[in-house]
């Protein structure tokens, strides 16, 4: 049966690409950054407003939402899409990442990984199939196959074993997947920092055949020029016709790196975490918008951002949401940052269109130097 998601390449420049994931809840513009609603919810944001800061797709995170609502009541409901409010493209991740870092009394084997909920103990067991069982009843537009997530440092015999048994997963996901013309499967490259391993984890994904390809098991401490390392290896001989995924990578100049690689999509947390915390990222670097040198600044994050959040609120209001501890702050906070996420998102993809990329991350690492102005 044909696929009703496609990926089409509409511009290249170096190995940065540009394009369009056709689904049919609507496109994904590539280079895209998918903001990540954890729980069916961005944090502290409307699902109305992540769609005006330029978001095509959203992330959503198979553990949490098994533990509570429960994927089978998600589906009674009518489906994540519905359920959230968010009817264009969702990407659901297998759940393995949480698995790893959130849950108590975890015993992996090679059927799956059984744990217990850091919510409130109860035992539960994720395996390919039924990590996928999960991902269907959200009806996410994009799956990701159950891996394990390989601990950073690793030895190169545990990357090895990991790896394989990864690869072993991927299958058994492939299989309990079957043919979904609506929605997309993808596979998860792994192998840590190792060459060879990831070499043959990309072979083995594709002898398996995927509607797009991930990489995995960076961006967890491994530094940003190993990351590279690993994508200037590893890039080259994957796929060259489907989407490309970077998980978990988030900083803009993370992101910027990446796409000039090769790389169509990103997700992460940082964004809304930051803007929680009282971060913002702007074209100058980052602000922490608590330090005293904001109390008293007229100026907004970005007087030519049309973001509201951006240009429409003073530095010092938001300076005093966050030390009065209202809520507000961290809402215009987090919706300014999803909008310098998506902006540079479309700047990225212009640049590329355009033959002018090089010039353009020229440009942006020499506004990411000079850093934040200077205050009143």
């Not at 056709?22 to 954890?38: D, K, L, S, W």
Request: hydrophobic share 40%; aromatic share 8%; glycine share 10%.
């Amino acid at each position: 049966m044909a696929k009703n998601i496609t990926f089409d390449i509409e511009a290249t420049d170096g190995d940065a690409r540009t394009g369009v994931i056709e689904t049919p809840r609507g496109g994904i513009r590539t280079p895209a950054f998918m903001p990540v609603g954890t729980q069916a919810t961005v944090k502290a944001m409307m699902p109305e407003h992540v769609r005006q800061t330029g978001a095509d797709i959203l992330l959503g995170n198979t553990y949490h939402l098994m533990l509570r609502p429960t994927a089978e009541l998600v589906d009674q409901l009518g489906g994540l899409h519905h359920f959230m409010r968010w009817e264009r493209p969702i990407l659901t991740d297998s759940g393995g990442f949480q698995v790893m870092s959130l849950a108590q009394l975890r015993k992996m084997s090679e059927t799956g990984v059984t744990f217990q909920s850091h919510i409130d103990g109860a035992k539960y067991e994720l395996t390919p199939e039924r990590s996928i069982e999960i991902q269907c009843l959200l009806g996410a537009d994009i799956q990701m196959v159950l891996d394990e997530c390989t601990p950073f440092p690793a030895t190169e015999d545990e990357a090895e074993s990991s790896m394989e048994l990864s690869m072993r997963w991927a299958q058994r996901s492939k299989d309990a997947f079957g043919d979904r013309p609506d929605q997309a499967l993808f596979g998860i490259v792994q192998g840590s920092t190792y060459r060879p391993l990831r070499e043959r984890s990309v072979k083995a994904l594709v002898d398996i055949g995927f509607d797009g390809y991930a990489v995995g098991g960076l961006a967890v401490g491994e530094g940003r020029d190993l990351m590279f390392e690993v994508l200037d290896y590893t890039m080259p001989i994957m796929p060259q016709d489907k989407p490309r995924y970077l998980m978990g990578a988030g900083k803009p100049a993370d992101i910027v790196g990446a796409v000039a690689r090769g790389i169509d999509m990103f997700d992460c947390v940082l964004p809304t975490r930051s803007g929680r915390h009282g971060q913002a990222f702007t074209r100058r670097g980052t602000v922490n918008i608590s330090n005293a040198r904001h109390a008293k600044d007229p100026r907004p994050l970005d007087e030519a951002s049309p973001c509201p959040a951006s240009a429409q609120y003073s530095r010092a209001y938001l300076h005093h949401l966050f030390k009065a501890g209202e809520y507000l702050g961290p809402m215009l906070l987090t919706w300014h940052n999803l909008h310098y996420y998506q902006e540079l998102m479309a700047g990225l993809r212009a640049a590329i269109a355009e033959g002018r990329l090089a010039a353009f991350i020229a440009d942006f690492e020499a506004a990411q130097a000079a850093g934040d102005i200077d205050p009143l």
